[in-house]
């Protein structure tokens, strides 16, 4: 068996099973390892540098829209849980606390944080007291702390890295308007930078972030059919308000209290982004935030290797400096086959091939990793071929994944109908509910499927409910979900 054919037989078909290809994938290109602590890992530099591109596109985008970062505790007084009764109750079972520190014990538990609501409450509660503070948009990069039961590297692990907007506003339009212009934001990173297509909508109450009173979320489909939630954005109303006293002096000199939102996405981002674009060779990363998004390898006989890997590294300084990632592999003792092989298994966007003849012609051979076409482009114009490359696997990366979910998408009119769809294909289904929350439970008793959310457009308006055959009131997406 050559080199090549054994390197892929070692990651598990898809189609055989899929979250032991997705381990295999994850651990094969180096992206995490397990830490000692249960359902904590270790982000290996490739998987760290990805959560830096996807940070970068968001970070922009958060400054653009005029939020600012700061950093709060991770260490949150028990205390200021039980001030929203909603909140604490819907984290306390993952919630870790910390009794003792230096040999003593706490006089107040610390919760290890799951979220900051309630600590950017209490600071908020001191720093505003008039209308002229606000609005306060403030968005915290940090690790967050959920003691799972089941784990799986990136999409649900113990302790996970996240952003969290926090914003306080006069009133509920302009919280309202917060919470949706940050949810597009999401879509358009996700979309834009990620290549996954998106369902956007709102959360039935029984899913709706604790403490909230509207979530709205972004859906994504993977390969196995399942949902992923990519990122969520919430109205609080003035829940947190009232619980923290944070109150401002408004433009009538009475008092009243502020609105806040919160929204948040998730290292998962990359565990969708691998099971959403990921194929049977391996990984496939989308050049937005591929660490390499060019492999240079030159090929030739051990005559003609010194010229040309030192036309290589003059062609790879002209890519370095136009900002493109790139890197050359000039390894004699490794075969040029087995080199592609690792390359399309670590998701290389694009592969450029050169050897003694293409430096005759002043050419080079462009590789796509997502169609597998190859094109022979002029050395001269060897930047916007390859900058035209990146673009045409994004969009082809996109165009795929819609593809997909459209291929993956069914309309459904009973429970029965939705069980045998569940159990027979993968996928998402739109179905009609009548808004009881007995009609949302019997759903997940009888398919394993839960409601991701009320599509803001959907293909069409269901007119009855799925469960008891009532009138719908909405219509909604369900699927199995990670």
């Not at 690790?143 to 926090?166: A, C, D, I, M, Y």
């Not at 050419?363 to 045409?392: A, P, Y």
Request: hydrophobic share 35%; net charge negative; charged share 30%.
């Amino acid at each position: 068996m050559s080199n090549e054919k054994q390197f892929v037989t070692e990651i598990t078909p898809q189609g055989e099973d899929f979250s032991r290809w997705y381990i295999d994938v994850i651990k094969k290109a180096d992206l995490m390892d397990y830490s000692p602590v249960r359902g904590c890992i270790v982000f290996r530099p490739d998987g760290f540098e990805i959560w830096e591109h996807i940070q970068s596109a968001m970070d922009a985008r958060f400054k653009e829209t005029g939020h600012r970062n700061a950093y709060f505790p991770m260490f949150i007084p028990e205390s200021f849980f039980q001030k929203e009764k909603e909140h604490v109750e819907g984290f306390n079972p993952e919630l870790p606390w910390v009794t003792e520190a230096g040999g003593e014990k706490l006089e107040e538990r610390l919760a290890v944080r799951p979220t900051s609501e309630t600590i950017f409450g209490h600071m908020y509660s001191k720093w505003i007291q008039s209308y002229r503070d606000l609005p306060v948009l403030i968005n915290q990069w940090a690790n967050v702390v959920r003691w799972e039961k089941r784990t799986l590297p990136f999409l649900r692990t113990s302790e996970f890295l996240w952003q969290e907007g926090h914003t306080a506003h006069e009133n509920e339009t302009e919280a309202r308007e917060e919470t949706m212009k940050m949810l597009q934001v999401y879509r358009e990173v996700v979309e834009g930078v990620l290549a996954i297509p998106v369902i956007t909508g709102q959360k039935t109450p029984s899913e709706k972030f604790a403490g909230a009173v509207d979530t709205f979320s972004i859906e994504a489909m993977m390969k196995d059919g399942r949902a992923v939630q990519a990122g969520t954005s919430h109205y609080m109303g003035t829940n947190f308000a009232v619980a923290f006293d944070i109150k401002y002096l408004n433009r009538d000199n009475v008092q009243e209290y502020v609105h806040t939102t919160s929204w948040g996405t998730s290292t998962r981002l990359i565990g969708a982004m691998i099971m959403v674009h990921g194929d049977d060779r391996g990984l496939a990363l989308p050049p937005k935030v591929a660490p390499t998004q060019v492999i240079m390898i030159p090929i030739g006989p051990p005559k003609t290797r010194d010229a040309v890997v030192g036309r290589t590294d003059e062609l790879y300084a002209e890519l370095k400096k136009a900002g493109i990632r790139v890197k050359v592999d000039d390894r004699a003792d490794v075969r040029p086959g087995w080199k592609f092989n690792e390359y399309e298994m670590r998701g290389v966007p694009v592969r450029l091939e050169i050897g003694p003849r293409d430096m005759e012609n002043g050419v080079c051979v462009l590789v796509s990793r997502i169609t597998g076409e190859k094109k022979v482009v002029q050395q001269d114009n060897l930047v916007e071929e390859v900058q035209q490359m990146l673009d045409q696997v994004h969009n082809e990366m996109f165009s795929r994944a819609q593809q997909f979910m459209e291929d993956h998408f069914y309309d459904v009119d009973t429970l029965d109908e939705m069980k045998t769809l569940m159990d027979q294909k993968r996928g998402f289904t739109l179905a009609g509910w009548c808004g009881s929350n007995e009609c949302e439970d019997k759903v997940k008793e009888v398919t394993g499927a839960t409601s991701r959310n009320i599509p803001f457009k959907p293909e069409v308006e269901k007119k009855t409910c799925l469960c008891c055959g009532q009138e719908a009131k909405h219509t909604v997406v369900f699927a199995r979900a990670y």
